[in-house]
């Protein structure tokens, strides 16, 4: 099946610092990828859909000048939490929509657990 | 707006059966998507309905009635390893087609 892979897998850092999250599809091309973030023992939220060589799509809520996303090829999305605070730590969670017939599918990467101290 | 409802918490024991419902009012609906996530792990995707009916797959079957804006998620034959969270999330069309995600059931199977 298709894979999706994050990097990084864990990320700690400090107030005010930015991150960059790194969303891969390894064995097919992604036209769209949706960024979602989830909280421990609650639901994945949409934070927005990413659509490659355009502006990523946001949800009512999220602030697009604090989550940055580029997608600047089939297979790369990123995710960059500018300026963060604690209140930004959470489980961030790409997927990318396979194309053709099976549209509705998603495979999801594996996550981000951001602690920002 | 837009509402989902499922049980937060189900308990069963290995061999049984399970049933997940889910309550939907979205707009734009396109069809109902099924996935399970362990814990710390990313969902993966389980099965979709997009018109009314059965879809089985394996020991999972998922069900769509689109006039009672209702489906569920039933589990057969239940394993240890089926102890996980289970979302429903209505596939909707809003000019371009997104997830949006249910709060989950968390099914623990006992022995």
């Known amino acids: 099946g298709a894979v999706v892979s994050q990097h990084p897998s864990r990320v700690i850092c400090k107030s005010g610092t930015s991150v960059k999250i790194e969303c891969r599809s390894l064995?097919?091309?992604?036209?769209?990828m949706f960024w979602y973030r989830q909280f421990p023992k609650q639901s994945l939220m949409l934070m927005a859909t990413?659509?490659?060589?355009?502006?990523?799509?946001?949800e009512q809520g999220v602030e697009k000048d604090k989550f940055l996303i580029n997608h600047a090829s089939l297979t790369l999305s990123t995710l960059t939490v500018t300026s963060a605070h604690p209140e930004d730590s959470s489980f961030y969670i790409c997927?990318?929509?396979?194309?053709?017939?099976?549209?509705?599918?998603?495979?999801f990467g594996p996550g981000t657990r951001l602690t920002v101290t | 707006g837009q509402s989902l409802e499922q049980p937060s918490e189900v308990t069963a024991v290995e061999g049984a059966i399970v049933q997940i419902n889910c309550t939907y009012q979205?707009?734009?609906?396109?069809?109902l998507s099924w996935y399970q996530q362990h814990d710390g792990g990313a969902p993966t995707f389980l099965s979709y309905?997009?018109?009314?009916g059965l879809e089985e797959t394996g020991r999972f079957s998922s069900f769509l009635s689109r006039s009672d804006s209702y489906g569920y998620l039933l589990l057969q034959e239940l394993q240890m390893k089926d102890s996980a969270s289970y979302f429903c999330?209505?596939?909707?069309?809003?000019?371009?087609?997104?997830?949006?995600f249910g709060t989950g059931t968390r099914l623990l199977v006992s022995p």
């Open positions: 997927s990318a929509r396979v194309g053709g017939g099976r549209s509705y599918e998603q495979y």
């Open positions: 999330a209505p596939l909707m069309n809003t000019g371009f087609q997104k997830l949006v």
């Open positions: 309905n997009a018109l009314d």
């Open positions: 990413s659509n490659e060589g355009s502006k990523a799509t946001y």
């Open positions: 064995d097919f091309q992604a036209t769209t």
């Open positions: 979205t707009s734009g609906f396109y069809g």
